[in-house]
């Protein structure tokens, strides 16, 4: 569960005081997400989610996250507000932590995602893309192209425990990633981390997005692999090229896909599941079995990389040529 931080009644009353939203009627921790405590606070002025980031989040980093969503939500994007206090601001400290507090988006997220709702993903993604255009913060992927070396040198000989001969794999596929990443495509505010548990559906239809935290600038179409990975594929490990065609449609049918972002699609696919391999694979190693948070399967996305490596065109996520001139 992710409450790292318990907080007392008193702490979250003084905290709410500055907000003009009533009385405390309720808290309680939220057990889903791993990087930040997270608690549903009922007060009179209405239901909320209470923020506190954990070590994992750069304090730095908040502004622009927090302006983000202020500006994504300003574009008519159903996304979490952060709400500000009486002082104007909408971070502020609890218990020893940066705090938020959030509106509260209705919906819930979905294991198995039908095809449908695949394409409602591309839809948003590119909506969001969109949306992002005119954001002034910057932030760097701090964990593209170029961080995934030292993340993998960082996991060091255990990697081995994993699978026998995932060492040398890694490596091959690092140095094919590091030498042919393209340089060449547009970039923009991306969400980077658009996995299940963050979209919310409402009897079938895309209610929000929620968890902007690993948000920041790079190139946009890679935000779309990451999804067609997190989305496509069934629990056997297959490519669902179903899903796949209906996740390229939702997003061409809001901001058109060029050639060369089609192209580039099968390396940010194989990119994308070094990114998430990598993270999974040093949490594996470096969080303690006894630790409460449930760490994720690195494998789930070494199986995801091969299959990306044998993929010949965009075809083979469902690609059709129609899609160029709509
Ligand atoms: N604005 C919101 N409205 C409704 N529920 C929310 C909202 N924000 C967060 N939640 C709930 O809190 C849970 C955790 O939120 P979130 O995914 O942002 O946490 P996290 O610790 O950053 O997680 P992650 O491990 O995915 O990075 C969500 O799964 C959802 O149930
Ligand atoms: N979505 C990430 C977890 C961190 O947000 C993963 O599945 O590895």
């Not at 907080?7 to 997400?33: H, M």
């Not at 994504?72 to 218990?95: D, F, I, M, R, T």
């Not at 959030?102 to 949306?131: I, S």
């Amino acid at each position: 569960m992710a409450v790292y931080t318990d907080v007392s009644e008193n702490e979250v009353t003084a905290f709410l005081a500055d907000y003009g939203l009533g009385k405390l009627l309720s808290y309680k921790g939220i057990a889903e997400g791993v990087e930040n405590s997270n608690f549903l606070l009922r007060a009179e002025g209405g239901t909320y989610i209470l923020t506190l980031y954990e070590k994992r989040v750069d304090r730095n980093d908040l502004p622009f996250f927090i302006g983000l969503m202020e500006h994504l939500a300003a574009e008519g994007l159903s996304c979490p507000l952060p709400v500000k206090n009486s002082h104007g601001l909408a971070l502020g400290e609890l218990a020893g932590r940066p705090a938020a507090l959030f509106t509260f988006l209705e919906g819930m997220w979905t294991r198995r995602p039908t095809a449908g709702q695949a394409w409602q993903v591309g839809e948003a993604l590119a909506g969001m893309h969109l949306k992002g255009q005119d954001f002034a913060l910057q932030r760097p992927n701090a964990l593209s192209v170029a961080a995934w070396r030292p993340l993998y040198e960082g996991c060091g000989p255990r990697t081995a425990e994993v699978e026998a001969g995932l060492s040398a794999e890694i490596e091959s596929e690092l140095a094919f990633l590091e030498a042919n990443w393209p340089s060449n495509l547009p970039t923009g505010v991306i969400h980077a981390d658009l996995f299940n548990d963050n979209v919310f559906f409402l009897q079938g239809e895309l209610s929000g997005l929620i968890d902007f935290y690993f948000a920041c600038n790079d190139i946009l179409v890679y935000d779309l692999a990451i999804c067609l990975g997190a989305w496509c594929f069934e629990q056997d490990g297959a490519f669902n090229i179903t899903k796949g065609r209906a996740m390229l449609e939702g997003y061409n049918s809001v901001r058109s896909l060029s050639v060369e972002e089609l192209e580039a699609l099968p390396i940010l696919c194989r990119g994308a599941s070094m990114r998430f391999m990598l993270t999974r694979l040093y949490d594996w190693i470096h969080i303690p079995d006894t630790s409460f948070v449930t760490k994720k399967d690195p494998k789930e996305y070494l199986q995801k990389s091969r299959f990306h490596r044998q993929v010949r065109s965009v075809a083979d996520y469902g690609f059709t040529s129609q899609l160029l001139n709509q």
